[in-house]
């Protein structure tokens, strides 16, 4: 039997789910050993655009991105803004460098583990978007501190948000999604933009689908789009 511990993924300290799955293929286990490097978020530092790049840019951090399919395509939209992405799931990563490499995007960079230990170097009111697509909903009502829609993690990220910066969250699992809204109506420093359901039943401009928002339509599932916007 698992004991309860209170909190969510600032005070857990810790990683769930996978970090690997099937072996990697020839070229991607060579991009994570020659590419990823060269673009890999610093160990230690403030994480600013101009640590990044060399230059003052907009700022751009994705929480989880899966296999990149958004952070890419938001990457190769917005050529002159710097996009952070942190993936603990080393195949998602891979997948990721192989995307990078194929449209030779210079503005991305990466982080091979937890995204929060990253999004705190990350001096506040820095980023011009947050995003948090589809994370792993934890539907077990013992889980819930895990999922990454808590008190803590909303904290930070209105932290790390400019004045009029944007947190974008999209989820296909309804216990999330009450979770969320739960998380999220309360809050004084966020302004939903929602005019009607259209706003969150619609994926809005700019916002490229992933790989599982996909997934989740052909199994027949309602996507639900949120944009929150730091007062």
């Not at 195949?91 to 991305?108: F, T, W």
């Not at 170097?121 to 808590?150: C, E, I, Q, T």
Request: net charge positive.
């Amino acid at each position: 039997m698992t004991a309860y511990k209170e909190g969510d993924p600032t005070t857990l300290n810790r990683l769930y789910g996978r970090s690997k799955g099937k072996p990697l293929r020839e070229r991607q286990q060579r991009l994570i050993d020659e590419l990823l490097p060269q673009i890999s978020v610093p160990d230690e530092g403030a994480v600013t655009s101009r640590a990044l790049t060399g230059m003052d840019r907009p700022l751009h951090f994705e929480i989880g991105f899966g296999s990149g399919e958004h952070m890419i395509e938001r990457a190769d939209m917005l050529p002159d803004h710097v996009f952070v992405g942190a993936e603990p799931f080393v195949n998602g990563v891979a997948s990721a460098l192989v995307q990078i490499e194929e449209r030779g995007l210079p503005n991305v960079r990466l982080h091979n583990g937890d995204a929060l230990e990253v999004l705190s170097r990350v001096p506040d009111g820095s980023l011009s978007f947050v995003y948090l697509l589809h994370p792993d909903p934890w539907p077990k009502a013992r889980h819930a501190k895990r999922r990454m829609m808590n008190k803590g993690p909303v904290d930070m990220i209105a932290a790390k948000l400019k004045p009029n910066g944007e947190f974008r969250f999209g989820t296909d699992h309804p216990v999330y999604l009450r979770h969320a809204l739960s998380v999220m109506k309360d809050r004084s420093d966020f302004e939903w933009l929602c005019q009607g359901p259209k706003d969150f039943l619609t994926r809005p401009g700019g916002w490229p689908e992933t790989r599982y928002e996909a997934k989740a339509r052909r199994q027949g599932h309602e996507v639900w789009y949120f944009r929150f916007r730091r007062r």
